[in-house]
């Protein structure tokens, strides 16, 4: 699971150099909260959260690949079918969709939405 640090503000998260909006309600305003995505269930887009790919894993039995990325210097994966070559040193973006977002109280840890 990639988590990344911010906050609430009203139906957004808010991190470091990205937001996700529409987040799920009930969340307090100001709530510092991780925001969690496995690594299977980020899309790659021709737009969206930029990520510099740092180094990449062919997985050729489950035609897979791992790339080790840094968004904004925040380091995540992510896996992505081998139909879409990824390169190191290359910039690409991706969409968290809302459905497979995650969220942790930051304090607690305890998943929250």
Same mark, same amino acid.
């Given at each position: 699971?990639?988590l990344f640090?911010?906050?609430?503000? @009203?139906? &957004?998260w808010?991190?470091k150099?990205?937001n996700?909006h529409?987040?799920?309600? @009930?969340?307090k305003n100001?709530?510092a909260?991780?925001? @969690?995505?496995?690594?299977e269930?980020?899309?790659l887009?021709?737009?969206g959260i930029p990520a510099?790919?740092?180094h ?10 791992i790339a080790?990325?840094?968004i904004n210097s925040?380091?995540?994966t ?8 990824l390169?190191q @040193?290359? &910039?690409?973006f991706l ?7 995650y969220m942790f109280?930051?304090? &607690?840890?305890?998943r929250?939405?």
């Open positions: 699971m990639n640090s911010g906050h609430i503000f @009203g139906d &957004t808010e991190g150099g990205f996700i529409k987040v799920r309600p @009930g969340l100001g709530q909260v991780l925001l @969690g995505i496995r690594p269930h980020m899309v887009s021709s737009d510099k790919i740092d990449v894993e062919s997985i050729l039995p489950q035609h897979r690949q080790y990325l840094l925040q380091p995540c992510l896996s992505a079918p081998l139909e879409h070559p390169k @040193g290359e &910039t690409i969409q968290f969709p809302i459905e497979s977002v109280d930051q304090q &607690t840890g305890a929250i939405a």
